[in-house]
């Protein structure tokens, strides 16, 4: 293997950024992020049975 300074890697002057963390997109709506939870039913009147 060549020794020279010619032959190897030069040394990073300056150190890449950290990893960043992705910003989750906020809601505007507080409503709707409980109404998309939450099942809702719609029972006609002929549906139900006495």
């Given amino acids: 293997t060549p020794t020279s300074s010619d032959?190897?890697?030069a040394a990073p002057t300056e150190c890449?950024?950290?990893p960043r963390k992705r910003?989750?997109?906020v809601?505007?709506?507080p409503?709707?992020?409980a109404a998309s939870r939450?099942?809702?039913f719609q029972?006609?009147?002929t549906?139900?049975?006495s």
Avoid: M
């Fill in 16 to 18: 890449p950024p950290p």
């Fill in 47 to 49: 549906e139900v049975e």
């Fill in 7 to 9: 032959h190897k890697i």
């Fill in 23 to 25: 910003r989750r997109r």
């Fill in 38 to 40: 939450s099942l809702r």
């Fill in 27 to 29: 809601s505007r709506n």
């Fill in 31 to 33: 409503t709707s992020k």
């Fill in 43 to 45: 029972i006609e009147p």
